[in-house]
């Protein structure tokens, strides 16, 4: 954490105190003011973006991006895609998800199975992304076993927002 290193009474318990209000018709010193000064130089250089707030994206079309993360988009969903059902291993249930605004380019996806049933039987169930676009991925789920399930699946996409 930045220090204001000639001035630790605006610390207190690793937080950086309120500057004291001045009281009405107080006339304003030389203290007080470098007080605002360096309280507004803190907060300036705990908002200065540096490498760490930064996200590499680095897909087949628009190749890699180093991008500051206000500047990436991300979206995390999730999909009912068996709700106490029987199934027999081998079967497939196709899903999709549009996302409420499209990204500017192919975003990276991952999707997973979420077993939230009573039963293992959706433990040995899998995913499959089939397509992904700038609005929407379409997937699969393979049932693994026979019986009754409860799963859905778990997105979540990053990439360039669009400007639109």
Do not use: C
């Not at 309280?39 to 994206?57: E, G, R």
């Not at 079309?61 to 059902?85: D, P, T, Y």
């Not at 699946?153 to 990053?158: E, G, K, L, R």
């Amino acid at each position: 954490m930045f220090r204001i290193a000639n001035n630790p009474d605006i610390w207190y318990n690793n937080n950086m105190a309120k500057i004291p209000l001045p009281q009405t018709g107080q006339p304003l010193d030389v203290s007080y003011i470098y007080q605002l000064a360096n309280a507004i130089n803190d907060l300036a250089n705990q908002v200065v973006p540096s490498n760490y707030k930064f996200v590499t994206i680095d897909t087949p079309a628009q190749g890699k991006q180093s991008l500051k993360n206000s500047e990436v988009r991300m979206v995390a969903a999730h999909i009912n895609v068996a709700n106490n059902r029987s199934v027999n291993s081998g079967n497939e249930q196709e899903f999709s998800y549009e996302f409420d605004s499209d990204f500017s380019g192919i975003p990276i996806v991952t999707a997973t199975v979420f077993n939230y049933g009573t039963t293992d039987v959706g433990n040995s169930a899998t995913v499959v992304i089939k397509k992904v676009t700038t609005g929407r991925i379409d997937g699969v789920v393979r049932f693994g076993s026979n019986g009754n399930l409860s799963v859905g699946v778990n997105i979540i996409a990053v990439g360039v927002p669009s400007n639109g």
